[in-house]
């Protein structure tokens, strides 16, 4: 009895039928405006993940490159055989220990980066920074992370003698280049390479025991260094600048770090020593 009238009522059979419709339909459209927030969500945690990625990365880049280590190339001939580049041809990029000399002061025989501490130090560099001053900005910005090269004429030469010490060379007593009267043990000189400069100038450049011609004596200030390139005779080092207010000395806080290694080309991959010219 009970059954009978359960399947011969039409009006419940359509109510129950009209129900499970609306349960399909409804909850369906519900998945849809889920699945599309969770989409939009996704999306959004991903693109913030991102951005704390790049500013850590950006963060680490900028107290690395201002505190510890930074990479220079060398567009010069003046440090050959020891460090090696040329116009045209493919320089040694350099990495510089700038740590080192918030504890120490630099000595004798390190090979140091520095920024050109008069304007005769200057020669034939241009800034690489661009005239349009919003570009401009942003190179500046970009060289706080090493994205881009500093703003300033920046050198390499192998400190010789340090404040307080009277540097020379004479011609005529054969000794080289003296600090405090003692001649200097300079092995990382190539002696043929001098020849060879010697011989392609004319008899201009690399000749005798200075390689080049006489100077001082001259006593480097507290403070500053006397530096000189290891391609002794092709080097516009303090020799050149013996008539600037420093007579040619570089201001220990004009140096930027010690260098370390070389780190390409990966044929010249290595580190870079120091050698006491003094000892």
């Given at each position: 009895m009970d059954d009978?009238?359960?399947?011969d009522?039409p ?5 129950e039928?009209g ?8 909850p ?6 889920d699945?599309?927030d969770?989409?939009e969500k ?5 693109l913030?993940?991102l ?10 880049m900028?107290?690395f490159?201002?505190f510890?280590f930074r990479?220079?190339v ?17 320089n040694?990029?350099?990495?510089v220990?700038?740590m ?5 002061d630099?000595?004798p025989g390190?090979?140091v980066?520095f ?9 034939g ?13 942003v ?15 920046n ?8 404040g307080?010490?009277?540097?020379q060379?004479?011609?005529?007593d054969?000794?080289g280049?003296t600090v405090?009267g003692k001649a ?5 000189i190539d002696?043929?390479l001098q020849?060879q ?26 403070g ?8 002794r005779?092709?080097?516009?080092d303090?020799r050149?600048?013996i008539?600037d207010?420093?007579?040619g000395?570089v ?5 930027r770090?010690?260098v ?7 044929s010249?991959?290595?580190?870079v020593?120091?050698v006491n010219?003094?000892?």
């Open positions: 009978n009238s359960r399947g009522d009006s419940q059979a359509n109510e039928s129900s499970g419709e609306d349960a399909q339909s409804d369906g459209f519900t998945f849809q405006e699945a599309s969770d989409e996704g999306k959004s945690r991903w913030r993940e951005l704390i990625i790049v500013a850590i990365v950006l963060v680490l900028f107290v490159t201002q510890f990479q220079y060398v567009p010069s001939e003046s440090m050959e055989p020891t460090l090696h580049g040329c116009y045209g041809c493919t040694d990029h350099i990495v220990d700038k080192v000399y918030r504890f120490s630099p000595e390190d090979v980066v920024k050109a501490p008069t304007s005769s130090w200057d020669g560099w241009s800034s690489p920074r661009s005239s349009n001053p919003v570009m401009h900005k190179q500046d910005v970009l060289a706080w992370f090493a994205l881009a090269p500093p703003d300033e004429n050198l390499v030469k192998r400190v010789i003698a340090t307080g010490q009277t540097v060379c004479r011609e005529a054969g000794k280049v405090d200097l043990n300079e092995p990382y002696k043929q020849a400069t010697y011989q392609q100038s004319g008899g201009v450049l690399g000749q005798g025991s200075c390689y080049g011609e006489d100077f001082g004596p001259i006593k480097v200030p507290e500053n260094l006397w530096v000189m390139g290891d391609n005779s092709n080097s516009a303090s050149a600048h008539d207010e420093y007579q000395t201001p220990v806080s004009d140096v770090g010690k370390r290694f070389i780190i390409y080309p990966f010249r991959i290595g580190g020593g120091s010219p003094q000892s």
